[in-house]
């Protein structure tokens, strides 16, 4: 009955850092998520066109077409749009105060079309 205890012991220990894993992982995703989503919001305060946006969504969907080993592809994603994004030449001609400019939004990564 002991043993049973101690491999009971084990196996929820083993559960919990698989949960932590995860936890660790999916904070991850939501910081890089909440990057793509603040470089959104500047494009569409600089006007940027739907087509230049449309392009860029192309090319990182394109170059994350063959997931690389050991990576999780929606990191992998949201890190190559991040990239992408950030390249934008629009983000670099502006000043960065009026990139960063407040919008009378109540949440300002809510993105209209």
Known sequence: ELQQKVEETEVLKMDLQMLETERVRLSLVEEKLMDVL????????????????????????????DPQPGKAQLFEVLDTLQQELTACELLHKQPVEQAQSPQSLSNPLVISC
Not at 38 to 65: H, V
Request: hydrophobic share 40%; glycine share 4%.
């Open 38 to 65: 603040q470089l959104l919001q500047q494009l569409r305060d600089l006007n940027i066109s739907k087509r230049a946006l449309g392009k860029i969504l192309l090319s990182t969907l394109e170059s994350c077409r």
